[in-house]
């Protein structure tokens, strides 16, 4: 099966734009989280979908919003970019409902905002 | 907030050595997740243990968890330099299955010398 698949790799936007990440999930999965990590917070959760239902959203600003299609696949966005907002985003399926089976992680977008 | 906190930060050991690392976490759970991630990549889930489990084994890899206590330990014996890597423990709170979102911590950074 292939793996977890995150696009693009890398990204440098400027402060102000608007940015669209993509994570196709391992098949057969159905639950896709997003989070965000930085060297001074760590791995935050930002949301995680379910069947194209958002079931759970971290503390982040309205600025950050995700959706999931029919087909798994799911995007997040994050508009008008801020200089804090450059982190490693990783995109992880799951096979369960619950957070009892483990995560599958892609290998990220680096997004840089300068 | 972080829900669960690796010790120590970082870890050199030399190669052939076991290495151990903590994390102890603040509400209860029903899970405990250990994963591995190497620089500037996803994470890859190595372990995941229950609450009503005390010990888990898969490979050189050794977890135990003491729910009274909120605390557990990752154990790698015999390391290898292809075990330099961050070790991150990950909890998924106890919300009566509604919550589908692991909080991590900020890792453990191994370093096996050759």
């Known amino acids: 099966k292939a793996g977890v698949t995150q696009t693009p790799r890398y990204l440098i936007k400027t402060r102000g734009q608007q940015v669209t990440l993509s994570c196709s999930p391992i098949?057969?999965?159905?639950?896709v989280s997003w989070y965000q990590q930085t060297p001074g917070q760590g791995l935050q959760f930002l949301f995680e979908?379910?069947?194209?239902?958002?079931?759970n959203k971290g503390n982040f600003p309205g600025r950050f919003s995700g959706r999931q299609f029919s087909n798994s696949r799911s995007e997040m966005n994050v508009s008008t970019l801020e200089l804090g907002d450059s982190a490693l985003y990783l995109c992880?399926?799951?096979?369960?409902?619950?957070?009892?089976?483990?995560?599958?992680f892609g290998n990220g977008t680096r997004l840089t905002v300068t | 907030s972080q829900q669960g906190e690796e010790d120590p930060q970082a870890l050199s050991i030399q190669e052939g050595e076991n290495a151990t690392m903590n994390c102890s976490y603040k509400?209860?759970?029903?899970?405990l997740q250990w994963y591995r991630q190497n620089s500037g990549r996803g994470l890859v889930h190595l372990i995941l243990?229950?609450?009503?489990?005390r010990e888990k084994h898969s490979g050189r890899l050794r977890v135990t968890l003491d729910t009274s206590k909120k605390s557990s330990s990752l154990l790698i014996t015999a390391s290898r330099a292809a075990d330099t890597a961050s070790y991150f423990c990950?909890?998924?709170?106890?919300?009566?299955?509604?919550?589908?979102?692991?909080?991590f911590g900020k890792g453990t950074l191994l370093t096996v010398n050759p």
């Open positions: 990950a909890t998924d709170g106890n919300s009566g299955g509604s919550n589908y979102k692991l909080t």
């Open positions: 243990i229950r609450s009503n489990e």
């Open positions: 979908y379910f069947s194209e239902t958002q079931r």
């Open positions: 992880a399926s799951s096979a369960g409902t619950l957070v009892e089976s483990p995560l599958h």
């Open positions: 509400t209860s759970i029903n899970n």
């Open positions: 098949s057969g999965h159905r639950s």
